[in-house]
């Protein structure tokens, strides 16, 4: 790892010290008249050792997106890590983290009982063809069988 501080706050991270599944505020942003954005890495695969594909990991997004903003209108964003292994949840004026784990809870208790993927065709997506709610649940399921261990996140 490079001794330079990097901009990308995840790419100072060790990655080879955390252990997913783990949920971790990776950074908050002031704005000009006072809001927090509170951004969170929802790690769901171990670095470098495991990774979401991209059919689940898409349809996953999707639900998540959708499915958060019933819980919340805090949720700015949710977006998938180009690695594949993860989310990042941001959130405005929000800075309760266990209620962040329960916004995540219940958006993946939500995803387990959906029973379609929302807004998975060509008009609404641009890769209506890549998508598995099956994959999406599988993923959901893994990852709230292991909701005890979400603070944790070096090994």
């Not at 208790?109 to 997506?125: F, G, H, S, T």
Request: proline residues 3%; hydrophobic residues 40%.
């Amino acid at each position: 790892m490079s001794d330079k501080e990097m901009n990308v706050e995840s790419f100072n991270l060790d990655h080879t010290k955390v252990k997913a599944p783990y949920v971790r505020l990776a950074g908050i942003k002031t704005g000009e008249r006072g809001d927090a954005i509170h951004k969170y890495d929802l790690r769901i695969c171990q670095p470098n050792k495991a990774h979401m594909e991209m059919p689940a990991l898409h349809s996953l997004e999707h639900l998540m997106a959708e499915l958060s903003r019933n819980h919340t209108d805090k949720i700015l964003d949710i977006s998938p890590m180009g690695c594949q292994t993860g989310f990042y949840v941001s959130l405005i004026n929000h800075d309760d983290y266990d209620d962040v784990l329960d916004l995540i809870d219940k958006t993946l208790n939500d995803v387990l009982v959906a029973k379609e993927v929302p807004a998975c065709n060509e008009m609404q997506c641009g890769w209506a063809a890549s998508h598995s709610l099956e994959g999406a649940q599988a993923l959901a399921r893994d990852l709230l069988a292991k909701r005890n261990e979400w603070n944790q996140v070096f090994a």
